[in-house]
Protein backbone atom coordinates (compact mmCIF):
# COMPACT_ATOMS: atom_id res chain seq x y z
CA UNK A 1 0.00 0.00 0.00
CA UNK A 2 1.10 3.02 -0.86
CA UNK A 3 -0.43 5.13 1.99
CA UNK A 4 -1.78 8.70 1.38
CA UNK A 5 -0.03 10.68 -1.41
CA UNK A 6 -0.04 14.16 -2.33
CA UNK A 7 1.00 15.96 -5.24
CA UNK A 8 2.84 18.05 -5.78
CA UNK A 9 5.64 18.69 -2.91
CA UNK A 10 6.59 22.07 -4.33
CA UNK A 11 4.54 24.53 -5.25
CA UNK A 12 4.93 28.87 -5.99
CA UNK A 13 2.03 30.69 -7.13
CA UNK A 14 1.92 34.19 -7.99
CA UNK A 15 -1.28 35.89 -6.13
CA UNK A 16 -4.53 35.21 -7.77
CA UNK A 17 -3.43 32.01 -9.79
CA UNK A 18 -5.53 28.81 -9.12
CA UNK A 19 -4.14 25.56 -8.45
CA UNK A 20 -5.27 21.82 -7.20
CA UNK A 21 -3.51 19.91 -4.76
CA UNK A 22 -4.04 16.23 -5.02
CA UNK A 23 -4.71 13.47 -2.74
CA UNK A 24 -5.07 10.00 -2.86
CA UNK A 25 -5.14 7.03 -0.89
CA UNK A 26 -5.55 3.40 -1.20
CA UNK A 27 -6.66 2.13 2.06
CA UNK A 28 -10.26 2.38 1.19
CA UNK A 29 -10.93 4.97 4.15
CA UNK A 30 -14.28 6.53 4.10
CA UNK A 31 -12.87 9.53 6.29
CA UNK A 32 -10.65 12.26 4.33
CA UNK A 33 -9.38 15.92 5.04
CA UNK A 34 -7.02 18.97 4.38
CA UNK A 35 -4.96 20.44 7.06
CA UNK A 36 -2.39 23.18 6.94
CA UNK A 37 0.32 23.91 8.79
CA UNK A 38 1.72 27.22 9.88
CA UNK A 39 4.52 28.00 12.35
CA UNK A 40 3.62 28.49 15.96
CA UNK A 41 -0.19 27.64 14.85
CA UNK A 42 -0.38 23.52 14.45
CA UNK A 43 -2.39 21.87 12.11
CA UNK A 44 -5.75 23.72 11.55
CA UNK A 45 -8.69 21.51 9.62
CA UNK A 46 -9.24 22.78 6.49
CA UNK A 47 -12.18 20.85 4.74
CA UNK A 48 -13.29 17.50 5.14
CA UNK A 49 -15.26 13.92 3.65
CA UNK A 50 -16.96 11.60 5.64
CA UNK A 51 -17.80 9.63 1.82
CA UNK A 52 -17.64 9.99 -1.35
CA UNK A 53 -20.08 12.83 -2.30
CA UNK A 54 -19.86 14.38 1.05
CA UNK A 55 -17.74 17.11 2.52
CA UNK A 56 -17.94 19.68 4.98
CA UNK A 57 -15.84 23.13 6.04
CA UNK A 58 -13.55 22.68 9.11
CA UNK A 59 -11.59 25.33 11.25
CA UNK A 60 -10.43 27.74 8.24
CA UNK A 61 -12.13 26.73 4.73
CA UNK A 62 -12.15 30.40 3.34
CA UNK A 63 -10.62 30.33 -0.07
CA UNK A 64 -10.16 26.50 -0.40
CA UNK A 65 -12.92 24.45 -2.36
CA UNK A 66 -13.13 20.29 -2.35
CA UNK A 67 -15.04 17.63 -3.86
CA UNK A 68 -15.17 13.99 -3.26
CA UNK A 69 -16.52 12.23 -6.32
CA UNK A 70 -14.15 8.73 -5.74
CA UNK A 71 -13.36 7.34 -2.00
CA UNK A 72 -9.50 7.41 -3.08
CA UNK A 73 -8.99 10.92 -4.17
CA UNK A 74 -10.12 14.38 -2.55
CA UNK A 75 -8.36 17.26 -4.23
CA UNK A 76 -8.06 20.43 -2.69
CA UNK A 77 -8.62 23.87 -4.90
CA UNK A 78 -6.91 27.44 -4.31
CA UNK A 79 -9.68 29.38 -6.74
CA UNK A 80 -7.63 32.74 -6.72
CA UNK A 81 -4.21 32.31 -4.15
CA UNK A 82 -3.20 34.96 -1.68
CA UNK A 83 0.14 35.48 0.21
CA UNK A 84 -1.93 34.20 2.85
CA UNK A 85 -2.76 30.82 2.02
CA UNK A 86 1.52 30.06 2.41
CA UNK A 87 1.51 27.35 4.07
CA UNK A 88 2.31 23.27 4.49
CA UNK A 89 -0.81 21.42 3.39
CA UNK A 90 -1.50 18.13 4.55
CA UNK A 91 -3.76 15.44 3.47
CA UNK A 92 -4.99 12.59 5.98
CA UNK A 93 -7.58 9.79 6.16
CA UNK A 94 -8.74 7.29 8.54
CA UNK A 95 -10.86 4.38 8.11
CA UNK A 96 -14.08 6.03 9.81
CA UNK A 97 -13.57 9.52 11.38
CA UNK A 98 -10.88 11.82 12.52
CA UNK A 99 -11.94 10.23 16.43
CA UNK A 100 -12.74 7.03 15.82
CA UNK A 101 -9.38 5.65 14.41
CA UNK A 102 -6.24 6.55 13.46
CA UNK A 103 -5.03 9.25 10.80
CA UNK A 104 -2.81 8.92 8.31
CA UNK A 105 -0.74 11.83 6.88
CA UNK A 106 0.41 12.49 3.46
CA UNK A 107 3.86 13.62 3.22
CA UNK A 108 2.74 17.32 2.98
CA UNK A 109 2.90 20.13 0.09
CA UNK A 110 4.56 23.29 0.78
CA UNK A 111 2.47 26.06 -1.24
CA UNK A 112 5.03 29.98 -1.58
CA UNK A 113 2.04 32.95 -3.01
CA UNK A 114 4.01 35.43 -3.91
CA UNK B 1 -9.24 31.19 19.66
CA UNK B 2 -6.60 28.17 20.71
CA UNK B 3 -8.93 25.35 21.46
CA UNK B 4 -5.43 23.35 22.72
CA UNK B 5 -2.79 25.24 24.57
CA UNK B 6 0.17 23.14 24.19
CA UNK B 7 3.71 23.77 26.08
CA UNK B 8 6.65 24.21 26.35
CA UNK B 9 7.32 25.39 22.69
CA UNK B 10 10.54 23.69 22.61
CA UNK B 11 12.55 21.39 24.84
CA UNK B 12 16.34 20.07 24.95
CA UNK B 13 17.10 17.17 27.11
CA UNK B 14 20.10 15.09 27.73
CA UNK B 15 20.06 11.42 26.34
CA UNK B 16 17.89 9.62 28.82
CA UNK B 17 16.15 12.22 30.45
CA UNK B 18 12.42 12.28 30.89
CA UNK B 19 10.69 15.04 28.52
CA UNK B 20 7.23 15.97 29.22
CA UNK B 21 4.85 18.04 27.30
CA UNK B 22 1.50 19.74 28.72
CA UNK B 23 -1.56 20.47 26.88
CA UNK B 24 -4.95 21.93 28.23
CA UNK B 25 -8.01 21.81 26.66
CA UNK B 26 -11.45 23.60 27.56
CA UNK B 27 -14.47 21.98 25.57
CA UNK B 28 -15.66 19.23 28.12
CA UNK B 29 -17.30 17.16 24.87
CA UNK B 30 -13.77 16.53 23.90
CA UNK B 31 -13.01 12.71 24.52
CA UNK B 32 -10.31 11.68 22.56
CA UNK B 33 -7.07 12.93 22.88
CA UNK B 34 -4.49 11.87 20.65
CA UNK B 35 -0.52 12.55 20.29
CA UNK B 36 1.46 13.15 16.78
CA UNK B 37 5.21 12.71 16.79
CA UNK B 38 6.90 14.56 13.24
CA UNK B 39 10.07 14.47 11.49
CA UNK B 40 10.71 17.14 9.67
CA UNK B 41 9.33 16.68 6.26
CA UNK B 42 7.82 14.52 6.68
CA UNK B 43 3.41 14.53 7.80
CA UNK B 44 2.55 13.89 11.58
CA UNK B 45 1.98 10.03 12.49
CA UNK B 46 -0.37 8.84 15.36
CA UNK B 47 2.26 8.16 18.27
CA UNK B 48 -0.46 7.30 21.28
CA UNK B 49 -4.03 8.17 22.04
CA UNK B 50 -5.72 8.40 25.06
CA UNK B 51 -9.87 8.31 26.48
CA UNK B 52 -10.73 10.02 29.69
CA UNK B 53 -11.93 6.32 30.55
CA UNK B 54 -8.75 6.44 31.97
CA UNK B 55 -6.00 8.20 33.72
CA UNK B 56 -2.84 6.65 32.26
CA UNK B 57 -1.69 4.61 29.19
CA UNK B 58 2.13 3.54 27.95
CA UNK B 59 2.79 2.56 24.90
CA UNK B 60 6.85 1.35 25.00
CA UNK B 61 8.45 4.24 26.02
CA UNK B 62 5.86 6.82 25.57
CA UNK B 63 3.15 7.42 28.33
CA UNK B 64 -0.21 9.82 28.36
CA UNK B 65 -1.32 11.75 32.06
CA UNK B 66 -5.12 12.83 31.47
CA UNK B 67 -6.21 14.60 34.47
CA UNK B 68 -9.98 15.02 33.82
CA UNK B 69 -11.10 17.25 36.47
CA UNK B 70 -8.13 19.89 35.32
CA UNK B 71 -8.80 19.22 31.50
CA UNK B 72 -5.27 18.70 31.47
CA UNK B 73 -2.93 15.73 29.56
CA UNK B 74 0.77 15.63 28.89
CA UNK B 75 3.34 13.27 27.32
CA UNK B 76 5.96 11.74 29.50
CA UNK B 77 9.01 10.34 27.44
CA UNK B 78 10.78 7.73 29.43
CA UNK B 79 14.85 7.20 28.49
CA UNK B 80 14.80 9.39 25.65
CA UNK B 81 16.81 8.85 22.50
CA UNK B 82 18.62 10.97 19.82
CA UNK B 83 15.61 9.28 16.94
CA UNK B 84 13.03 10.46 19.74
CA UNK B 85 13.95 14.30 18.05
CA UNK B 86 11.12 15.83 16.75
CA UNK B 87 7.73 18.15 17.07
CA UNK B 88 5.51 16.81 19.30
CA UNK B 89 1.42 17.88 18.50
CA UNK B 90 -1.20 17.05 21.05
CA UNK B 91 -4.91 17.61 19.62
CA UNK B 92 -8.34 16.58 21.12
CA UNK B 93 -11.67 16.07 19.79
CA UNK B 94 -15.03 14.31 20.20
CA UNK B 95 -16.27 10.96 19.49
CA UNK B 96 -18.49 11.32 16.12
CA UNK B 97 -17.40 14.55 15.68
CA UNK B 98 -15.30 15.24 12.34
CA UNK B 99 -13.16 17.96 13.71
CA UNK B 100 -9.56 17.18 15.43
CA UNK B 101 -8.14 20.56 17.12
CA UNK B 102 -4.23 20.23 17.23
CA UNK B 103 -1.83 22.14 19.98
CA UNK B 104 0.71 24.38 18.71
CA UNK B 105 3.92 21.72 18.72
CA UNK B 106 6.73 21.35 20.76
CA UNK B 107 10.36 20.86 19.21
CA UNK B 108 11.97 17.85 21.24
CA UNK B 109 15.88 18.13 20.82
CA UNK B 110 17.60 14.62 22.63
CA UNK B 111 21.20 15.34 23.02
CA UNK B 112 23.64 12.30 22.68
Known amino acids: NAGVTQTPKFQVLKTGQSMTLQCAQD?????MSWYRQDPGMGLRLIHYSVGAGITDQGEVPNGYNVSRSTTEDFPLRLLSAAPSQTSVYFC?????????????FGPGTRLTVL | QQQVKQSPQSLIVQKGGIPIINCAYENTAFDYFPWYQQFPGKGPALLIAIRPDVSEKKEGRFTISFNKSAKQFSLHIMDSQPGDSATYFC???????????FGTGTRLTVIP
Open chain 1, 27 to 31: MNHEY
Open chain 1, 92 to 104: ASSYRGATTDTQY
Open chain 2, 91 to 101: AAGGTGANNLF
